[in-house]
């Protein structure tokens, strides 16, 4: 795919002050704050752990470790991406956070969020209890749709799934601090990435990645703010922006955000990527139709071709699909003998080889009835 997007971010203090009482950063963003332009494709956003030493310099590790991974050797922004490749800029990371580790008992960490556009559609990741929305904006909050939101990896978000807390008790929690995956240096096992591919990305669609400090309001935090800001009677994009500014102008922690608006998207885009050393896999990207109906199977020309290693980000879906339910592509049945006509049923009886009949036999028939015609002739003089 291509893309044309617009880019925004929001990189703010909130309350949050250092020992000496100045206002303390610890998120960190690629590109950095107000660097973001329009041939951008690959937005990181690292919220530092609070509390820990060093939060500041974890999250700025992660995000120049793994942007210097992805964007190495000039690689084309739009060109393929695969889980070999996010996977090898999450090693990088956590070995960089390796090299960083200053011996403190409570050791620097950061979540991580992350999100990149490229050939097959977008792959989303994270760690940590930031966020990415994938938001499709309707004429009011009502019409617009939350396609896909990261599950926080939180103690609180545990009890609510588990039934030991409601959402309204978890905003109130003094557990709600409490994350159960992140990036912190020499770490005995280090903690897997939620990963979510897409290629349902329409010409409108919003990415949103936030800090937890964004969605310390109830209903930024339930989405149903962001539906609102999000449609299009939350105004232009600097409207938007500036409507964030000013929701979260008095949040106690840090909050962090970026804004890519995806203006208009080429589904014809064929790559070459990569499904391993020497195997090349190439993924041709048909231009998306309008979305189906849900009885209706779709056919898929040409076929995607790939292995295990390769994205599911190349996947075709409806338009109108946000489960991840992947189009089945039909072939007619063959026809079977109860579907066909009887006159076009042959079976192999009618099928075999025409019975051949000797000479002998036809000339002892015919003896045998010139006897009956002399004997018939006989009979016949004899009554005369």
Not at 43 to 70: K, N, P, R, W, Y
Not at 306 to 320: G, I, N, Y
Request: net charge negative; proline share 6%; with cysteine.
């Amino acid at each position: 795919m291509k893309f044309t997007l617009k880019a925004y971010s929001i990189w703010e203090f909130g309350q949050r002050k250092d020992a000496q009482g100045m206002p303390h950063q610890e998120d960190s963003l690629y590109p950095q704050f107000g660097q973001a332009h329009d041939g951008d494709r690959l937005f990181i956003l690292c919220d530092g752990m609070g509390g820990h030493d060093a939060g500041e310099v974890a999250s700025a590790t992660v995000c120049e470790a793994m942007s210097q991974a992805i964007n190495a050797n000039g690689r084309d922004p739009e060109g393929a991406f695969t889980p070999d490749d996010l996977s090898h800029a999450l090693q990088l990371a956590f070995d960089a956070l390796d090299r960083k580790d200053n011996g403190a008992v409570k050791k620097m960490g950061t979540t991580m969020t992350f999100l990149k556009l490229h050939a097959g559609g977008a792959t989303i990741a994270h760690i940590g209890d930031s966020r990415v929305y994938h938001i499709r904006p309707g004429k009011t909050a009502d019409d617009t749709a939350i396609l896909f939101e990261t599950e926080d990896h939180s103690l609180v978000n545990d009890l609510i799934k588990i039934g030991e807390l409601t959402r309204e008790e978890a905003r109130f929690s003094r557990q709600r601090n409490i994350i159960t995956r992140a990036m912190q240096p020499n770490m005995e096992r280090r903690p897997k990435a939620d990963v979510h591919h897409t290629a349902d990305i329409q010409s409108g669609d919003y990415f949103y990645l936030c800090s937890d400090g964004m969605l310390e309001q109830p209903d930024m935090e339930s989405g149903e703010a962001l539906k609102a800001i999000f449609s299009e009677q939350g105004g232009t994009d600097a409207d938007r922006v500036r409507t964030l500014l000013q929701a979260t102008a008095n949040n106690r922690d840090n909050h962090t955000a970026f804004i890519v608006h995806i203006l208009s998207v080429d589904h014809t885009a064929e790559v070459v990527a990569p499904a391993g050393e020497d195997t090349p896999v190439v993924m041709t990207q048909p231009v998306m139709t309008p979305p189906l109906a849900e009885d209706t199977p779709a056919v898929v020309t040409p076929p995607v071709v790939m292995t295990s290693e390769t994205f599911a980000s190349a996947e075709v879906t409806p338009a109108a699909n946000t489960e991840d339910k992947p189009i089945v592509a039909s072939t007619p049945a063959p026809a079977t003998l109860e579907a066909m006509p009887a006159s076009q049923v042959r079976t192999s009886a009618s099928k075999g080889m025409p019975q051949k009949r000797t000479s002998w036999f036809r000339w002892a028939v015919l003896f045998i009835a010139a006897l009956i015609v002399a004997a018939a002739a006989l009979a016949l003089l004899w009554w005369m």
